[in-house]
């Protein structure tokens, strides 16, 4: 299930389950320049952010703590883990696709092993 989003804004959903869908504003890094770039000089996050294709992640000359999602081909949660500043993540064999937030919210939006989530690129084109 090949996924063609291009560099913009958009939603993740986080699918609830028993609980309602959580909506989150998403901005969607697929080129390389806008994927290497991600979170790094920033003070803080709006929401997530996506990178796409990608199977891993670091948080060299990041200035804050992240949340850092992995997810498969069908954008199901392999793993969710919180990182500092100055780490390598490790690589992810099965992952596709990362997101990263604000340490911490991953929890509070219910994302988490096993979770499917949406992405809903803005009316733009995004």
Excluded: F, N
Aim: charged share 30%; aromatic share 4%; glycine share 14%.
């Amino acid at each position: 299930m090949g996924r063609r989003w291009r560099d913009g804004w958009g939603e993740l959903v986080v699918q609830g389950g028993e609980r309602p869908d959580v909506r989150v504003p998403l901005e969607i890094a697929t080129s390389y320049r806008a994927r290497t770039r991600g979170l790094l000089g920033r003070d803080s996050v709006e929401g997530a952010i996506l990178l796409s294709p990608a199977s891993s992640i670091h948080t060299i000359r990041m200035r804050m703590p992240i949340d850092v999602a992995y997810l498969d081909r069908e954008l199901r949660v392999i793993a969710v883990r919180t990182m500092r500043p100055g780490r390598l993540g490790m690589l992810r064999l099965r992952a596709r696709h990362v997101v990263e937030a604000r340490a911490g919210v991953m929890g509070e939006w219910g994302v988490g092993k096993g979770v499917r989530v949406e992405v809903v690129p803005a009316a733009d084109g995004g």
